[in-house]
């Protein structure tokens, strides 16, 4: 008999059948497209150094919680493209009969090859970019295409008609932003308004150790009615109980590829977290619980962007939406905490 006749047939996750029974999803502006109130990215952990088994674990796990968004971008590694390339594999080992279940976000923009159209926001430089990704994820096309970052030496119109051909082609269904300025997301809202494309979300950093996006992109977005997915929620770990006595062997900041420094973790951030416990404890919550739960309270955000290293940190964080509202008195009091009074 010949040998592929006895090669074990490939079989794919079995996903948990309650799987969006404890997820809350959210629809992002005036989209139809609804986001779980926790989405996986893979920025750390997924990439050539990583343990794939680990990976494998956090993804279907993941899925099976009710998390039915993946982001990548093609510079999450390192190297750049390892995270879109390793994604893929487990993707069409594991997952790929649910691929009418899950958006997978990428991202262009940052440096990936050299020479002038390996960066930015030229259209050549974006849909080369999308082009390769989607190569190395196999996949025929992804959920959301962004705008890694604006790129002030592009024509903001020549960047946002990258995004539109990039839909018109089949390549992505939507289009977004990531870390636009508020006049500059403006114009971009605007641009993908008139060219019948809508920005469907934009992806900003956010979190208790970092509020900018209260300075007027916020308001920007109710304007615009575009909902926001926040990233690093957790201050890439600060925000959670990992560092409340030290620096972790095997945490983010104490590997070297990690883009945590142990000098960010200082003795000012982690005695603000320890207050911060109080509250959590009070409202029957883990310190990222309480970080989710209270990035998650203006409308417009309609999703959390974790990272993960382990499934604990799944349930962990997913707890989160099971308390998501606040007193005054307790905004009031994390405000002090933060010195936002
Ligand atoms: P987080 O703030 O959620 O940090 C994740 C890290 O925190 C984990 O790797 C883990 O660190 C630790 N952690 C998570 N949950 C827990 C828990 N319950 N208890 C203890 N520790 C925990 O987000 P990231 O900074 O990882 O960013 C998330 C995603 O956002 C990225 O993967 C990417 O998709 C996106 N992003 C987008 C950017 C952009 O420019 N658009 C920029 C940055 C991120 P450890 O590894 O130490 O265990």
Known sequence: ?????????RVMHNA???RYENMVYNYSGKSGLQFPAVSLGFWHNFSDIDDMSNARKIILHAFD??????????????????????????????????RDEIIISTKAGHPMWPGPYGNGG????MLASLDQGLKRMNLEYVDIFYSHRY???????ETMSSLVQAVRQGKAMYAGISNYPPDVAKKAFKILNSLGTDCVIHQVSYSMMNRQIERGLLDVHKKYNVGCIVFSPLAQGILTDKYLNGIPKDSRAAKDHGWLKREQVTDEKINKVKQLKEIAKERN?????????????DENIVSTLIGASRISHIDDNIGAIENLSFTPDELKRIDK?????
């Open 1 to 9: 008999m010949p040998l592929y006749f006895l090669k074990k047939e």
């Open 16 to 18: 948990n059948e309650n």
């Open 65 to 98: 919680k009710g998390i039915t968004h993946f982001d990548l971008a093609d510079n999450y590694g390192p190297p750049g493209g390892a995270a879109e390339k390793n994604f893929g594999r487990i993707f069409h080992k594991e997952l790929s009969a649910y």
């Open 122 to 125: 030229s259209r050549k430089h």
């Open 151 to 157: 790129d002030p030496e592009t024509d903001l119109v």
């Open 285 to 297: 919550q883990t310190i990222a619980q309480l970080s989710l739960s209270w990035a998650l309270r």
């Open 337 to 341: 905490i933060l010195n936002f009074l």
